[in-house]
């Protein structure tokens, strides 16, 4: 594993260490003094195009428990600002001698166009894919995995329901190639506009349905996605009343649920339109875990690319 660009860098051993590797990273979070040598004297580099609360930060943190500098560049307060393209912001910050690259871009495939350039220049710096536009988000999809395994044990024949904006999702397209490699089973809910249309065999990997309240009682897990008004153009739904109505985690709906079922969302949550306050909160609500699981998935993936066997180092 040179690059973690996309679950498909992956094999289902691969994916199966990284959750271990985060399971010992986990008990950093309850020490006192939550710092490990594993990266001294490495410096990696945040370069974010798209906002992001969680991931950015999780992404730092990480680098900061392993012990390596972290530095953090967004576009904004950037030379993007002024007309700089991305190929000549990618070879300046790695010419300074940085030793990983995590970014996250608006454009589908940026990543993996990234880590090409820098083969060609004959830099050995991994990049870590932290979402790019529409296609993958593979350390959420890893955080995921970890989170649902630690509340059901191994996720062999589960049955996982992911619900909402699936078109504009690159943490669902990660999620369903994450999931079905660990062996669970994966059914996508969405009312037909948000439904992705898939050409390839990556659709068989998945059921589908446009009904919610058929589905949900089969659960062994929900996962509630975002309605992504920024990459969306035109209507995709009449009103956030209908979107709720057909496809929200309503009061009622939580209520149908096994109690011990468990409910994510990546966050941002939009409260009240594909989530209520009710199953954010609930107790079977794993959405601060998650949170909580990215940092130590993310000390994994840092850790195996720049320190681990195989790494560029
Ligand atoms: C997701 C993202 O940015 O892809 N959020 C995240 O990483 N925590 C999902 C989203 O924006 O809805």
């Given at each position: 594993m040179s690059h973690l660009l996309s679950i498909d860098d992956l094999t289902a051993e691969d994916v199966a260490k990284l959750l271990d590797t985060a399971a010992q990273m986990h008990d950093v979070q309850r020490r006192e003094v939550k710092k490990?040598?594993?990266?001294?004297?490495?410096?990696v580099i945040n370069l974010f195009f798209e906002d992001s609360t969680r991931t950015r930060s999780s992404f730092e943190i990480a680098g900061k428990w392993l012990s390596a500098d972290v530095i953090n560049l967004s576009a904004k307060g950037s030379s993007t600002s002024k007309g700089e393209s991305l190929r000549d912001t990618?070879?300046?910050v790695t010419a300074m001698g940085i030793d990983g690259l995590v970014m996250r871009h608006s454009a589908s495939g940026a990543a993996h166009q990234v880590a090409g350039w820098l083969r060609d220049e004959g830099r050995a710096i991994p990049v870590v894919n932290a979402g790019d536009g529409t296609h993958e988000h593979p350390t959420q999809a890893l955080l995921d995995a970890y989170t649902l395994t630690r509340r059901l044990g191994p996720l062999d024949g589960r049955h996982?329901?992911?619900v909402g904006d699936l078109t504009h999702s690159r943490v669902f397209r990660s999620n369903v190639k994450a999931l079905t490699k660990l062996g669970a089973r994966v059914t996508a809910v969405a009312p037909p506009t948000l439904m992705p249309t898939a050409p390839s065999e990556w659709a068989e990997e998945f059921a589908t349905s446009y009904a919610l309240d058929e589905v949900l009682p089969h659960a062994d897990a929900v996962m509630m996605l975002r309605v992504q008004r920024e990459r969306m153009s035109g209507g995709y739904f009449p009103s956030s009343r209908e979107y709720t109505v057909g496809y929200g985690l309503t009061r009622e709906r939580l209520a149908a649920l096994r109690p011990e079922t468990p409910?994510?969302?990546p966050g941002p949550m939009n409260r009240g339109l594909e989530i209520s306050p009710e199953a954010a909160d609930a107790v079977s609500?794993?959405?601060l875990d998650q949170?909580?699981?990215?940092v130590a998935v993310r000390m994994a993936v840092l850790y195996h690319l720049l320190a681990g066997e195989g790494s560029a180092s």
């Open positions: 490990l040598p594993a990266l001294r004297g490495r410096t990618v070879l300046t996982v329901v992911i409910i994510l969302h609500s794993a959405v949170v909580s699981a990215g």
